[in-house]
């Protein structure tokens, strides 16, 4: 089955600067990446994703970029906020066309932000 | 609230004793999932719903855990004969098969306490 790696599992940085997480993945079939950012005691919350026909993806201060040949990705936050510290986990899916797939998520360990104001 | 729901927030129970949680997802995604969350991990899949019918278990779901969509709309977690290895955060999410979208959207979570 489907393995997520992801690093750094802790990463702390200035308020302002920029944060980079990376993932791998180990199926090749894997064609949809999705982002979480966790708060303490709350449910994941979807942030980003992106599906393996593009290489970059970008929403305001987030981003996400991949990699199929190298089978990995990577988040990268922008001019970092204090409300920014969270977990963040990146996962892995196979997703169909047309549908019949079951959209499982294999999720990495997570990566705990912190901020510093 | 549109979000995904999910009862009871928290729960401890007694080792031993059967405890069962309730998720009810954002109306109209047919898909259901169960997934487990332990300390400092990811979450783990547990289990899968199309409408009502349940489409994938994981061999993490020992005979003491079973899983219902009796009318494709809520979902019920139960599980039996509790042990404290089962003290986890269990989250539901639901997405919507149309148009090959995938984003799963998350509940915030039943937290289990076995004592």
């Known amino acids: 089955g489907e393995n997520v790696e992801q690093h750094p599992s802790t990463l702390s940085v200035q308020e302002g600067d920029s944060a980079v997480i990376k993932c791998t993945y180990s199926d090749s079939a894997s064609n949809y990446f999705p982002w979480y950012k966790q708060e303490l005691g709350k449910g994941p919350q979807l942030i980003i994703d992106?599906?393996?026909?593009?290489g970059e993806k970008k929403d305001q201060r987030i981003a996400v970029t991949l990699n199929k040949t190298a089978k990995h990705f990577s988040l990268h936050i922008t001019e970092t906020q204090p409300e920014d510290s969270a977990v963040y986990f990146c996962a892995a899916s196979i997703v169909w066309v047309g549908g019949g797939s079951n959209y499982k998520l294999t999720f990495g360990k997570g990566t705990l932000l912190t901020v510093n104001p | 609230d549109t979000g995904v729901s999910q009862n009871p927030r928290h729960k401890i129970t007694k080792r031993g004793q059967n405890v069962t949680f309730r998720c009810d997802p954002i109306?109209?995604?047919?898909?259901l999932y169960w997934y487990r969350q332990t300390l400092g991990q990811g979450p783990e899949f547990l289990t899968y719903?199309?409408?009502?019918?349940?489409?994938?278990k994981s061999r993490l779901l020992s005979d003491r855990f079973s899983a219902e969509r009796p009318k494709g709309s809520f979902s019920t977690l139960e599980i039996q004969r509790t042990e404290q290895g089962d003290s986890a955060m269990y989250l539901c999410?639901?997405?919507?098969?149309?148009?090959?979208?995938?984003?799963?959207?998350f509940g915030q979570g039943t937290r289990l306490t076995v004592v």
């Open positions: 999410a639901s997405s919507l098969d149309r148009d090959s979208r995938a984003e799963a959207f």
């Open positions: 109306s109209e995604h047919n898909r």
């Open positions: 992106i599906r393996s026909n593009v």
């Open positions: 719903f199309q409408n009502e019918a349940q489409l994938e």
